[in-house]
């Protein structure tokens, strides 16, 4: 008698996958986003879509105020048709960049463009109702400058000097940050103003607008801020790398080989930014009979032919370099920024990052590396929270939802 065998598995229905959604007015707005302006022949013909289906699209750009008509284009026979392009102030965007003991707010059209700004000493150690109403004092005020209302603000970009975790806008834990830690900043914020409010960690945005504005043809970056403290925004296939917990970066409280007995306000000892930082280096020098209190004191010192600043920021440079050196081996960056207040005290900071960079790091991962200086400066942070509003507010998704009303 022959064994049936085993019983065969009925077969499993796979329904077909389901079509892919037709582009909607969001994907021909981010091709209009290049500033090239297109017939609705041209749009049809790269994105694939009906000539109906592209006017229907495009008359609801229109009525949002996204694009508008930008001439015409030669014509081929008959009437010439009418070209379409983005229309970069039809709404503005708010951006700010809170660091520990100063702040910077400005307003920009959908192109980045700044057209009004505001700087001020603030303490961020306030606590976040007292900060964050100044922001909204100040948003309000440069909105009146420009001539705008808060129903054209598209979103609200924060940077916060501390470990923030991005998909909930609430700081994790700041060390220098009393009273913000799981603050809903998005909440507070969002009753004043329209559009979604983006929180993200100083530096993050920082090296988004570093990006944005002066590296854009590279793909990437990390974005060194010496200052009060020490961090590092990436930049990988043109985004920011966060991690899992928006921790990336946080190359400040890595160990460095002769930082032991150097007690970090993390609670840890030896911490880069123990040895490394404005403040520790002000410290150091004044140890030495050299007054200085903050960065910006360091700065004037070495400005001013200080010997003794020179050497510290010289060491300072060495320093960051040993632990930029393993992230260059890990991460292989094509480019390396150097911003944040000691920055400007010259060469001396980036000759020491360079000189330990070049030493430490494989031949390969250097070959073609640039390590510079930061060519935005103090703007970098607004410009980066900027970006990330947009990169958010007129991602295809959102503007299709912001235009179906």
């Known amino acids: 008698m022959i064994s049936p065998g085993p019983a065969r598995p009925s077969p499993v229905r796979v329904p077909p996958a389901a079509a892919p959604a037709a582009p909607g007015a969001g994907t021909l707005l981010r091709l209009l986003r290049d500033g090239r302006p297109r017939t609705r022949s041209e749009l049809a013909g790269v994105t694939g879509l009906a000539r109906s289906t592209v006017t229907q ?78 922001l909204v004092a100040r948003g309000d005020d440069l909105l009146d400058r420009a001539g705008r209302r808060r129903a054209d603000v598209l979103g609200v970009g924060i940077g916060l000097p501390g470990p923030v975790e991005h998909s909930t806008g ?156 393993a992230s260059v081996n890990m991460l292989n960056p094509s480019i390396i920024v150097i911003g944040g207040s000691l920055a400007l005290a010259g060469d001396h900071l980036l000759a020491g990052v360079r000189e330990v960079i070049y030493q430490r790091s494989l031949p390969l991962a250097t070959e073609d590396l640039r390590i510079v200086s930061s060519r935005m400066g103090e703007r970098a942070g607004v410009i980066g929270a900027a970006v990330m509003v947009l990169d958010y507010g007129l991602s295809p998704e959102r503007v299709d939802v912001l235009v179906s009303g």
């Open 57 to 134: 699209r495009v008359d609801a750009l229109l009525a949002a105020g996204l694009i508008g008509p930008a001439g015409e284009a030669a014509s081929t026979g008959g009437r010439p048709p009418t070209t379409f392009a983005f229309v970069p102030s039809a709404r503005v965007v708010l951006a700010a960049d809170l660091g520990a003991t100063k702040a910077r707010v400005a307003l920009t059209d959908m192109a980045g463009q700044v057209l009004a700004e505001s700087r001020a000493d603030l303490d961020v150690a306030r606590g976040p109702e007292p900060v964050l109403d100044w």
């Open 170 to 325: 609430r700081a994790v834990n700041p060390p220098i940050m009393p009273g913000w830690d799981g603050f809903d900043v998005p909440g507070y914020v969002g009753e004043r103003f329209a559009g979604p409010v983006l929180v993200d960690n100083d530096v993050n945005i920082m090296a988004l607008g570093e990006h944005f504005a002066c590296w854009a043809e590279a793909s990437h970056l990390m974005f060194v801020k010496v200052a009060t403290g020490i961090g590092c925004g990436i930049i990988s296939d043109g985004g920011v790398y966060r991690g899992a917990k928006g921790a990336a970066g946080d190359m400040g409280h890595i160990q460095v080989p002769h930082g032991a007995g150097h007690p970090c306000r993390c609670g840890n000892t030896g911490c880069l930014e123990a040895v490394a930082s404005g403040a520790a280096i002000a410290a150091e020098l004044t140890g030495q009979g050299v007054e200085a209190r903050t960065a910006l004191d360091v700065v004037d010192l070495a400005r001013s032919g200080s010997v003794a600043a020179l050497q510290s920021l010289r060491q300072a440079g060495r320093d960051i370099g040993e632990v930029l050196a």
